[in-house]
């Protein structure tokens, strides 16, 4: 193996100002870590929050942004036991994913699953870890279970609709748009709901309503999303584009039993992280492996125009994933 550099490139962000390449130190695995020469790299939203400098990095994770990379494990820190240097991984990182070189630890690395390249490996690890944390664990989705997700064309909706009906749910996702509802019908989903043009709320109960909701919409949606809920209806928060603070009736919350709740991803310890991590590859990588979930990549950008790719994402425009080509 090629010596290493001492720097590497990576995007820099600074208040008001577009996005830059600079070079900087290069990325060093500490004891648990690895290193990772990026291949490609995912654009995530939180990114264009810390950029704005809402959401600073957890301690002791890197200042520039990036959640998740595909690439080759080039050095290995103290300690790692269960990879091997040339290991191809997909990884979700604290920080650091735009750049030449990133650490993570080891146990947020997952192989590459069989049949997927390193392009669309970059896009599983924020969405479907996501998915599998909060559809799976916290709203425990059951087959025959009908499932509801907002924002079914984003890269956690299209993930979360194939990852769903793999599992035997019956789903619904809401997107705006006919061309964006025609996405999530093409990826599964037994109802796609333009809520542009219809009241998602008005066709889930006429269905009869849903078991599980996956929201990152919150604001109005939160008491339509009461409403549709069945008895013992589970609703995760994973984020809130419309905003947190509602007015809301709870009477439904104790006459059909529900249960509201939310999590974040980033903020879980290691161990958490790796405890997901192995559970995402021996239930959902035999999905991806059977073709029955695939990454939806939307568009590929150089490193170098990672300020045009956040831009896509802020202004919608996109289906599915974006992601930096760095080396791949
Ligand atoms: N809690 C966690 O652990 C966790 C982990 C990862 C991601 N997230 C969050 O999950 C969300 C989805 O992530 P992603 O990477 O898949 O992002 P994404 O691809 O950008 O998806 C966000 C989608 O939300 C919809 N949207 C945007 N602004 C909206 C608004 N004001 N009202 C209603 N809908 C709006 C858009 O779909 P339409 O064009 O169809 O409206 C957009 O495609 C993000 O907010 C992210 O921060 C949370």
New binding site residues.
């Given amino acids: 193996m090629t010596a290493l550099p001492d720097k590497m490139r990576a995007i820099v962000a600074s208040p008001g100002a577009p996005l830059r390449v600079e070079q900087i130190d290069r990325a060093v695995a500490g004891p648990g870590q690895v290193l990772i020469k990026i291949a490609y790299a995912g654009i995530?939203?939180?990114d264009l929050i810390q950029r704005m400098g809402a959401y600073p990095p957890p301690k002791g994770a890197p200042e520039t942004m990036g959640l998740e990379c595909s690439g080759e494990i080039v050095a290995l820190g103290p300690d790692v036991s269960h990879w091997k240097l040339g290991d191809k991984v997909c990884a979700l990182l604290p920080g650091g994913g735009y750049a030449d070189f990133a650490w993570a630890d080891e146990g947020s690395c997952m192989a590459v699953p069989e049949g997927i390249s390193l392009l669309e490996a970059a896009a599983l690890p924020?969405?479907v870890l996501?998915v599998w944390a909060n559809v799976f664990e916290r709203a425990a989705l059951q087959p025959g279970e009908a499932f509801l997700v907002h924002?079914g064309?984003?890269?956690?909706?299209t993930t979360a609709i194939q990852m769903a009906k793999a599992h035997g749910a019956k789903v619904f996702a809401t997107?705006?748009g006919a061309e964006?509802a025609a996405l999530c019908a093409k990826l599964g989903a037994d109802v796609a709901i333009d809520y542009r043009a219809q009241s998602f709320a008005d066709v889930v109960k006429a269905d009869g309503g849903v078991d599980v909701i996956l929201d990152?919409?919150g604001g109005a949606y939160v008491q339509q999303n009461l409403d549709c809920l069945k008895l013992d209806g589970r609703c995760v928060q994973?984020?809130f584009?419309?905003g947190p603070q509602v007015d809301l009736n709870l009477m439904a919350l104790m006459l059909k039993r529900l249960t509201l709740t939310g999590?974040?991803?980033r903020a879980r310890p290691v161990a958490e992280k790796a405890r997901l991590a192995r559970a995402v590859e021996a239930h959902v990588w035999p999905w991806v492996a059977k073709g029955l979930v695939r990454p939806v990549v939307d568009s590929v950008f150089d490193l170098e125009d990672a300020e045009v790719a956040q831009a896509k994402?802020q202004a919608?425009s996109?289906a599915g994933k974006i992601l930096l080509k760095v080396s791949g």
């Fill in positions: 995530n939203r939180p924020e969405t996501t924002g064309a984003s890269g956690i909706g997107a705006g964006k990152m919409v994973i984020a584009l419309q999590s974040t991803l994402m919608n996109h």
